[in-house]
């Protein structure tokens, strides 16, 4: 059984900061990677980020690039830091486990988390 865990989540005003963590349990070592996901109410899931487990590949969206950071602590967490946070990035944010081929697609991901609600305010 394999089990991921999201926190870190909160209400935070236009410009701040946050760190997201994606804490996993079970046979999570089997699966190359994690992905980040958000999704906003009415609108579609969306890639966020992935990053390997050993750290070394790491891919972002184009709406978050050289805002958002992930990493992982070499063991069984990655985290997602979330920089000059905007409004438009509030949606609840999940991680999951890559099982497919396509990291950007949402379906080719399993294994999800409960989700962290992320509020910017402007």
């Known amino acids: 059984q394999v089990t991921l865990v999201e926190s870190g989540g909160g209400l935070v005003q236009a410009g701040d900061s946050l760190r997201l963590s994606c804490a996993a349990s079970?046979?999570?070592?089997?699966?190359?990677?994690v992905g980040w996901f958000r999704q906003a109410p009415g609108k579609e899931r969306e890639f966020v980020a992935v990053?390997?487990?050993?750290?070394?590949?790491k891919f972002y969206s184009d709406s978050v690039k050289g805002r958002f950071a992930a990493s992982t602590n070499n063991q069984n967490t990655v985290y997602l830091q979330m920089n000059t946070l905007k409004p438009e990035d509030t949606a609840v944010y999940y991680c999951?486990?890559?099982?497919?081929?396509?990291?950007?697609?949402?379906?080719?991901?399993?294994?999800w988390g409960q989700g962290t609600q992320v509020t910017v305010s402007s």
């Open positions: 990053i390997s487990w050993n750290g070394r590949d």
């Open positions: 999951a486990l890559l099982t497919g081929d396509n990291w950007s697609r949402w379906r080719d991901y399993d294994y």
């Open positions: 079970g046979r999570y070592f089997d699966f190359y990677a």
